[in-house]
């Protein structure tokens, strides 16, 4: 399915696996953690990802969860909530890089005019992403949640999104939010009325959820 995103009257993206490589990212700081923890040093590269990704839910990394976690089969492990929150930011933000073609494709936005926005859950460090991918300038707005005060799913991100491209509520029904997670992205715009777009990434969209308007496998098929 391809979309022509010149059909709304504003668009908002997610960052993490919508505009840069968060899987990727993940793999080699699963890597790194082995490698700068001797706790972890008997893991083979496989048991390493196996692990670290069983912490993750819809593509999403639960800072508290994880560390949680980790503890119970690590108690050797002394990183503190706040250290471990830093660790795992700084070295995502230095790992993570763009999908293919994403650079080009948001300057085709800007060319075009296109009312658009990113919207993502995450701190400082989120920008931080940003600038290491080079895609700084290449938006109209970013909100970050723990910056704003709210985060995605709740209805607060989504209408400061909707005041971010200068719009109404009353134009919510012409507004388009792309996200890889169903339980924040998808559910969160579904609240206040925009229309959804969710990528797929070879998964099943969560049978206990209202569908978005379009499922699509990556950014790629978002034409302008």
Request: aromatic fraction near 16%; proline fraction near 3%.
């Amino acid at each position: 399915m391809s979309i022509n995103l010149l059909n709304f009257k504003g668009v908002a993206f997610d960052l993490d696996d919508t505009l840069i490589d968060r899987k990727k990212a993940f793999d080699k700081l699963c890597m790194r953690l082995v490698n700068d923890f001797e706790c972890f040093s008997n893991f083979s590269e496989q048991e390493a990802l196996d692990f670290f990704w069983g912490l993750n839910s819809y593509n999403s990394f639960d800072i508290n969860f994880g560390l949680t976690e980790i503890k119970k089969r690590f108690p050797n492990f002394d990183l503190n909530y706040q250290e471990f929150y830093d660790y795992y930011y700084k070295n995502m933000s230095e790992v993570i890089e763009p999908y293919d073609g994403v650079k080009e494709f948001l300057d085709k936005l800007i060319e075009k005019k296109l009312n658009f926005g990113i919207v993502t859950n995450g701190s400082h460090y989120q920008y931080e992403k940003i600038n290491n991918t080079g895609l700084q300038d290449k938006y109209n707005f970013v909100i970050a949640s723990e910056i704003f005060g709210h985060s995605k799913p709740k209805k607060e991100i989504y209408i400061e999104t909707i005041r971010q491209l200068n719009l109404t509520l009353e134009d919510v029904e012409n507004v388009l939010f792309i996200g890889d997670n169903p339980y924040t992205d998808i559910i969160g715009a579904q609240s206040i009325g925009m229309l959804t777009a969710w990528i797929s990434m070879g998964r099943e969209y969560p049978k206990n959820l209202d569908p978005p308007n379009y499922i699509i496998e990556n950014y790629k098929e978002l034409e302008i």
